[in-house]
């Protein structure tokens, strides 16, 4: 039983960077609604393997690096294909070039996660899913591709910024007093 506990939060982020790669396919065949759905569901797989490693006492350090390479996929290469395919190709060298940048940000910022922050309660950058989550919901509404691509350079300075970002899932409760 002990093994198949500690199976479950891997399953999950596995199923996170798969629901990542169909985002990339259902670009690919420009069913943008589909992508960004399998991206959304990737955030939930996301927020319940890390929610239940900690339940089952099942954390680990290759748990840590496989969630970091699923959301590189899911909350980088996915949403930053979405955005070119959607918007950013109006623009094309420098909406490709900044579609880069967030990518490369998006894995800057994982990485620096891993490192030196995993124990922290807050986060210092944006954390990816919430740039991922920003960027879908937000570049949409620009109506010209500089536009968006300017907002999603922003983006990607966000995830690399020293600015502290709280953390809901490690915030500890205050404890409610009986009277």
Not at 51 to 80: C, H, M, N, Q, W
Not at 82 to 87: Q, R
Not at 138 to 150: D, F, Q, R
Not at 156 to 161: K, Q, R, T
């Amino acid at each position: 039983m002990t093994i198949i506990k500690k199976m479950i939060p891997s399953a999950l982020t596995l199923t996170n960077l798969l629901l990542g790669f169909l985002a990339v396919v259902f670009t690919f065949k420009e069913q943008l609604e589909a992508a960004v759905l399998f991206i959304g569901l990737g955030l939930i797989c996301d927020v319940l393997d890390g929610y239940l490693a900690r339940k089952l006492d099942a954390t680990s350090a290759l748990g840590k690096e496989l969630d970091s390479l699923a959301d590189l996929v899911t909350f980088g290469i996915a949403p930053a294909m979405v955005i070119y395919v959607s918007m950013l190709h109006e623009v094309p060298i420098f909406g490709a070039a900044c579609c880069l940048v967030y990518v490369c940000c998006c894995a800057l910022r994982l990485a620096r996660f891993n490192v030196s922050q995993s124990e922290l309660t807050g986060f210092i950058g944006m954390p990816t899913p919430l740039a991922a989550v920003l960027a879908l919901l937000v570049t949409p509404l620009m109506y010209l591709g500089w536009i968006a691509a300017l907002f999603f350079l922003l983006l990607s300075a966000l995830m690399v910024s020293r600015l502290g970002f709280p953390s809901l899932k490690k915030a500890k409760p205050e404890p409610v007093e009986d009277c």
